[in-house]
C-alpha cells in the first residue's frame, strides 16, 4: 500500500533563514508527487509536482523540491523564507493510472518569526 | 487561469436532514472529480472519485449511501450528506482534473465548510 510520511508536525523558522521540509513516500513504483500549501481560509495551492525527468523541480513562490528515489523522499525547500510563508504544506502522491486520485501527508505547519 | 469553484463555501445544518455541495470546473471539462475530507487540524482523506456519467468510486471506508455523488456534466459534480450527523461536521474539498491549455492539469475547489449541529 502506498503511504506518504510528513515527520514533521510543526517547524518555526526565522523570516530570511532557509527552509526544508521533509516527505517520504512508500510506492510500489515512482509515483507522481506533488506538494500543495494550504493558507487559513484558502483552498490548496500547488507548488510545484514531479512527474518524470529531472529531478530537481522548480516551484512558484520561490520553491524547489528534489526527488531522490534512493532515498524514497520528495523534500521541498526555500532558501530564504518570508512572513506570507506561513501556512500549512502537504506533500502528496499521485497514482500512475490516475494522477488526480491523491494521498495526502499529514501535513506541516510552518510558523514564520520576524 | 482555471479555477474550480464549489457552492456553498459554509453552511450550517441542523442533525438529520441533507445537505448538497456543489463542484463546478469554471473554464474547463473535468474528465474526472475527486472528493476529499479534512477534519480540523488534519490531513485531506480521499473519499470518492467521481468521472461524468457513471458512478462514483468510493475508497474504503466511505458509506456511498451517506455520501451521494453525482456527477452529471464535464462541469459539475455534486456531493450529498444524506441525514447528516454532528460527526459529519468537516472541510469538504473537490478537485478536479482537466485539460486546461496544453497539459491535464488538477485544479481544487476553496472548500465547504459543514457544520452539523
Known amino acids: 500500500a502506498q503511504s506518504v510520511t510528513q515527520p514533521d508536525i510543526h517547524i518555526t523558522v526565522s523570516e530570511g533563514a532557509s527552509l526544508e521540509l521533509r516527505c517520504n513516500y512508500s510506492?510500489?513504483?515512482?509515483?507522481?508527487l506533488f506538494w500543495y500549501v494550504q493558507s487559513p481560509g484558502q483552498g490548496l495551492q500547488l507548488l510545484l509536482k514531479?512527474?518524470?525527468?529531472?529531478?530537481l523541480v522548480q516551484g512558484i513562490k520561490g520553491f524547489e523540491a528534489e526527488f531522490k528515489r534512493s532515498q524514497s523522499s520528495f523534500n521541498l525547500r526555500k532558501p530564504s523564507v518570508h512572513w506570507s510563508d506561513a501556512a500549512e504544506y502537504f506533500c502528496?502522491?499521485?497514482?500512475?493510472?490516475?494522477?488526480?486520485?491523491?494521498?495526502f501527508g499529514a501535513g506541516t505547519q510552518v510558523v514564520v518569526t520576524p | 487561469g482555471a479555477v474550480v469553484s464549489q457552492h456553498p463555501s459554509r453552511v450550517i445544518c441542523k442533525s438529520g436532514t441533507s445537505v448538497k455541495i456543489e463542484c463546478r470546473s469554471l473554464?474547463?471539462?473535468?474528465?474526472?472529480m475527486f472528493w476529499y475530507r479534512q477534519f480540523p487540524k488534519q490531513s485531506l482523506m480521499l473519499m470518492a472519485t467521481?468521472?461524468?456519467?457513471?458512478?462514483?468510486?468510493?475508497e474504503q471506508g466511505v458509506e456511498k449511501d451517506k455520501f451521494l455523488i453525482n456527477h452529471a456534466s464535464l462541469t459539475l459534480s455534486t456531493l450529498t450528506v444524506t441525514s447528516a450527523h454532528p460527526e459529519d461536521s468537516s472541510f469538504y474539498i473537490c478537485?478536479?482534473?482537466?485539460?486546461?491549455?496544453?497539459?491535464?492539469?488538477?485544479?481544487f475547489g476553496p472548500g465547504t465548510r459543514l457544520l452539523v449541529l
Open positions: 510506492y510500489g513504483a515512482t509515483p507522481y
Open positions: 467521481s468521472n461524468e456519467g457513471s458512478k462514483a468510486t468510493y
Open positions: 473554464d474547463f471539462q473535468a474528465t474526472t
Open positions: 478537485s478536479a482534473t482537466g485539460l486546461a491549455g496544453p497539459q491535464e492539469t488538477q485544479y
Open positions: 502528496a502522491v499521485g497514482a500512475t493510472d490516475s494522477w488526480g486520485k491523491l494521498q
Open positions: 514531479y512527474f518524470s525527468g529531472d529531478t
